[in-house]
């Protein structure tokens, strides 16, 4: 599987931009790649996922470098219900799983 | 609401024992997955079911572990002779289907704890 690197750990102020970096170097053409976030004591829930263009949500955006080598999740407004566990995952291009890596635990100080 | 559901929520079983989890996915999705996520770590594959598809049992840590699936509903994942190393969340999700882009909504998980 390609992996994906992200920070351990940061921190943000609430109603400040985050940007949450993921490096991707071994990516293929057609991985997508996805982020899901896990607040405490609940299951992962869905974010975003873009191939190659920057796409946006109601909940993020998603900057994709040109090489596809990197990527990072943009929260515009943090609050303190976004602190949470931010995963960014590549899709297998010959299956359905999710692999999760440590992910990034996100601080928002109010 | 219509979401995914496990249950029990918490389990606490002794070693050797065999443990029975269950979920319940959103009504109309194909393809269901259970993930297990030790304390502090991000989650593990566990098995895939797609349809009537075969499932992809890959992600199995050992023969102690089994899941099976009735038609497109309930899936029940079970752990015989449960040992120490088990103790996690086990948390399932379902999908509208097989593909790069679809979203998996996950449950609240079931936490295991083998004493």
């Known amino acids: 599987d390609a992996k994906t690197t992200q920070p351990n750990s940061m921190e943000s102020n609430e109603e400040e931009p985050v940007h949450l970096p993921c490096n991707h170097s071994?990516?293929?053409?057609?991985?997508?790649i996805h982020w899901y976030r896990q607040l405490p004591s609940q299951g992962p829930e869905y974010v975003i996922h873009g191939l190659t263009s920057n796409v946006n949500n109601r909940m993020a955006s998603l900057a994709i470098a040109e090489d596809r080598k990197s990527s990072t999740l943009i929260l515009h407004r943090a609050t303190l219900r976004d602190a949470a566990v931010y995963y960014c995952?590549?899709?297998?291009?010959?299956?359905?799983?999710?692999?999760f890596g440590e992910g990034t635990q996100l601080t928002v100080n109010p | 609401g219509a979401g995914v559901s496990q249950s029990p929520s918490n389990k606490v079983t002794e070693k050797g024992k065999d443990v029975e989890l269950r979920c319940d996915p959103i009504?109309?999705?194909?393809?269901l997955y259970w993930y297990r996520q030790r304390l502090g770590q991000g989650l593990e594959f566990l098995i895939y079911?797609?349809?009537?598809?075969?499932?992809?049992k890959s992600g199995l840590p050992s023969d102690r572990f089994s899941a099976e699936r009735t038609g497109e509903s309930v899936s029940t994942l079970t752990i015989q002779r449960t040992q120490q190393e088990d103790s996690a969340v086990y948390l399932c999700?379902?999908?509208?289907?097989?593909?790069?882009?679809?979203?998996?909504?996950f449950g609240p998980g079931t936490r295991l704890t083998v004493l």
């Open positions: 071994t990516i293929s053409g057609t991985d997508y």
């Open positions: 999700a379902s999908s509208l289907g097989q593909g790069w882009g679809v979203e998996q909504f």
């Open positions: 995952i590549l899709r297998q291009t010959s299956g359905s799983r999710l692999t």
């Open positions: 009504s109309g999705h194909t393809a």
């Open positions: 079911f797609q349809g009537n598809s075969a499932p992809d």
